[in-house]
């Protein structure tokens, strides 16, 4: 049923979708060519605008500004190995003028890889968050060899979180808030939320803005897509799209991964609650579930998921079903009925970090032969063995028969993505681009391929279709919690005025040491403070990490008049990533009345280094005031937060008078920060302060 979810419940956020400008920035570089070096600062915020002060440096005796942020600048005259603070250079000795250079604001580098995918040609596509999808010819040399799809080729926006190249050899690319684009050989079409919405020419698509995953059904040549609002499904014999929600029997509408089997039974892998399975004989009607558990488990290896965290999904040729996760590696033999898991070799020191210390009886044994607990992605190879992705320790080669690595590869790197070739791997990687094996040769074409068709933009729901989703929402269970999960909104950003907190917002660590807090008198209650495990003396900071900024995924601050990137932040950073926590916990007390209560990520310097690890899982808790005793009580909802380069919204539905603890888990990964907490009121009781105008 088209957009059944995303039309009727986008007031609510799950498809709420902000109109944005994309902004088409020239940018003046000068170079200086006289055998010295010409310094760029890339102070500026993501490259949204040019710093209000231009870099100055005294040449000739002459005053020469450079504007441009590194990212802009043509590879070959940027020098990644060198850097000074926020300053970095390159150098030209070959001539003796300064040369003016324009470079556009697509000319990106393929750095941070999140996605790749071969054609029937042997052309390799590869998705990157920042500089939309890259196309590798093999039978070309050197720049030649590559070439750039932007928004100015009609893509929907400048990232590709997934791509997939379907039966017909069209390529799916999937974005950050413009649902999902496809390529025929002959032009981009893009296919969003609502058709026309931020483009004219966009058609609708997915009930998603956001995408996190395509993958392609062998038998019938489907696409599925998974999106912030459940899977959609395009038929490639009706030339239709269908919808997979909640509602259908999903766990969650928040899918990270699709795998297919030989037979077109589907594995689909959330991001927090397990593995979702359905057979194409009965038309994935009937969905069964197999979840991890909610604490990590103490041991290298075991029965079950190890969690319920799913980074991707992978089915062998042998029909193994295999699960990367946050917490080892697992795998199934019986089509996903039960499993197995071994864990990395950081699993005992991630046992003794945890809040409250091992299980008294808890001893280290040997089992766990991962580089790294946490696995980021699959991928086989011609003679069965897994190349499995860490975040931290690069990929490796197991025989999982063998229960032992054989190889490992691109160490030290963030892996995204892999793609077995005859020659070895290929590896993405988020921030050092892409490995090719050489050599990696074109298949050979009998002829050209005819263009195929662009698939046809989804059609609205019927009356008849609308009628029967009321029903079935209307015959939904009733509620056992006060809280429940609304869904995340990707498009948004920093523009939070007129959405959000309309009743309270606290724009975190606007005024640091303090907040900058937006209310009207009305009893709410925001505090954030630092997780129970945290030693004496440390607390939470109140951190500004630009002070002014025209990127627009910071949020907009009504009380200095432009947009600061600020944030509570819980000194992760100074504790062991095997270390659980400190973590930020969030109170808020609500009167009488449903609200929604949302909190905005943004991962500002998500580029760099350990900033780019940061995966958090989210908790709404009951209030207990001892957080050590809520550390290990009851979670009403859980949902999670990663890859928030882009912003993000995570929202949720509480109703008062309450007060809830939400619980932001660092999860292993880096500093856990959250800039916003904003409070709308739905329903309830009116108050006096109800009826006053809000400038809003």
């Keep these: 049923m088209r957009e059944r979810l995303g039309r009727i419940l986008i007031g609510l956020g799950a498809a709420a979708v ?43 005796n002459k005053l020469q500004p ?56 042997g052309w390799i596509w590869v998705g990157c968050e920042d500089s ?32 997939a190249v379907d039966l017909q050899g069209r390529v799916w690319a999937g974005h950050l808030n413009h649902g999902v684009s496809v390529y025929n050989g002959a032009k981009w079409q893009n296919y969003e939320v609502v058709g026309g919405l931020s483009n004219p020419n966009s058609l609708s698509g997915p009930l998603g803005e956001r995408v996190f ?42 899918a990270s991964a699709i795998a297919f089997d030989a037979e077109g039974n589907i594995f689909v892998g959330t991001q927090c609650d397990g593995i979702a399975m359905a057979d194409a004989k009965d038309q994935y009607k009937s969905w069964r579930v197999v979840g991890g558990p909610d604490r990590m488990p103490t041991d ?37 009925r039960s499993w197995r898991y071994v864990r990395g070799k950081d699993w005992a020191e991630k046992v003794r970090g945890l809040y409250g210390g091992p299980p008294q009886s808890w001893s280290e044994r040997p089992g766990g032969y991962l580089a790294e607990d946490y696995v980021t992605c699959l991928a086989e190879d011609e003679k069965g063995l897994i190349w499995i992705g860490h975040r931290q320790k690069g990929c490796e080669l197991i025989d999982p028969a063998a229960g032992k690595a054989l190889k490992r590869l691109a160490e030290w790197k963030f892996v995204s993505r892999l793609v077995p070739t005859a020659g070895g791997p290929m590896i993405g990687s988020y921030g050092d ?105 440390d607390g939470l900071r109140h951190w500004v990490h630009w002070l002014r900024t025209d990127n627009r995924k910071s949020l907009w601050n009504p009380f ?22 400190p973590d930020l916990w969030i109170k808020v007390g609500l009167p009488e009345g449903t609200y929604r209560v949302s909190l905005y990520f943004f991962n500002k310097d998500g580029h760099g280094e350990m900033n780019r690890w940061r995966d958090f899982v989210l908790n709404v808790r009951p209030c207990d005031p001892d957080r050590a005793r809520a550390h290990f009580g009851p979670v009403l909802l859980r949902c999670r937060i990663r890859q928030f380069w882009g912003g993000c919204y995570q929202q949720f539905l509480i109703s ?41």
């Design 656 to 696: 008062g008078p309450s007060e809830h603890w939400v619980h932001v888990q660092k999860n292993g990964s880096f500093n856990t920060i959250c800039s916003g907490v904003f409070i709308d009121k739905l329903a309830g009781p009116q108050t006096v302060t109800d009826r006053m105008p809000r400038p809003m």
């Design 132 to 163: 939309g999808v890259w196309r590798y010819d093999p039978s070309r040399e050197g720049a030649a060899a590559w070439k750039q799809f932007t928004a100015d080729d009609g893509l929907g926006d400048d990232n590709a979180y997934a791509v």
């Design 66 to 121: 450079v504007y441009v942020p590194l990212a802009y600048v043509p590879r070959a005259y940027a020098s990644e190995d060198r850097i000074m603070s926020d300053l970095r250079y390159v150098d030209d000795d070959s001539r003796m003028v300064w040369e003016k250079i324009e470079a556009k604001r697509q000319r990106g580098e393929a750095r941070y890889v999140m996605s790749m995918a071969a054609d029937p040609r």
């Design 300 to 336: 290298p290896l075991g029965e079950g998921l190890p969690t319920s965290l799913i980074n991707d999904v992978l089915v062998a040729h042998d029909g193994t079903v295999y699960a990367a996760t946050t917490t080892g590696l697992a795998w199934s033999q019986d089509k996903g």
């Design 433 to 537: 681009g892409q490995e090719l094996p050489k050599p990696l040769k074109p298949i050979a074409a009998s002829s050209e391929a005819a263009v195929p068709p662009l698939p046809a933009g989804a059609k609205p729901p019927t009356a008849q279709e609308l009628r029967a989703l009321q029903a079935k929402i209307e015959q939904a269970p009733a509620p056992t919690t006060r809280a429940a999960y609304l869904g995340p909104d990707w498009s948004t950003q920093g523009d939070w005025m007129g959405r959000y907190g309309r009743h309270r917002a606290v724009l975190c660590a606007a005024n640091s040491p303090l907040n900058h807090d937006v209310g009207f008198g009305e009893p709410y209650f925001i505090e954030g403070k630092i997780g129970p495990h945290a030693p004496p003396g």
């Design 18 to 60: 902000a109109v944005g400008l994309v902004l088409f920035v020239g940018w003046t570089v000068y170079r200086n060519v006289l055998g010295g070096r010409s310094w760029v600062d890339t102070r500026s915020s993501g490259g949204a605008s040019a710093p209000e002060k231009p870099l100055v440096r005294r040449s000739l």
């Design 213 to 254: 995953a395509i993958a392609v059904c062998p038998t019938d040549g489907d696409v599925w897509i998974a999106s912030s609002c459940g899977l959609a499904r395009y038929s490639a014999a009706k030339d239709a799209w269908s919808y997979y929600t909640r509602a259908e029997g999903l766990p969650s509408d928040q």
């Design 560 to 581: 200095v008049g432009y947009r600061r990137q600020a944030e509570w932040d819980d000194h992760g950073e100074a504790y062991a990533t095997t270390f659980e926590g």
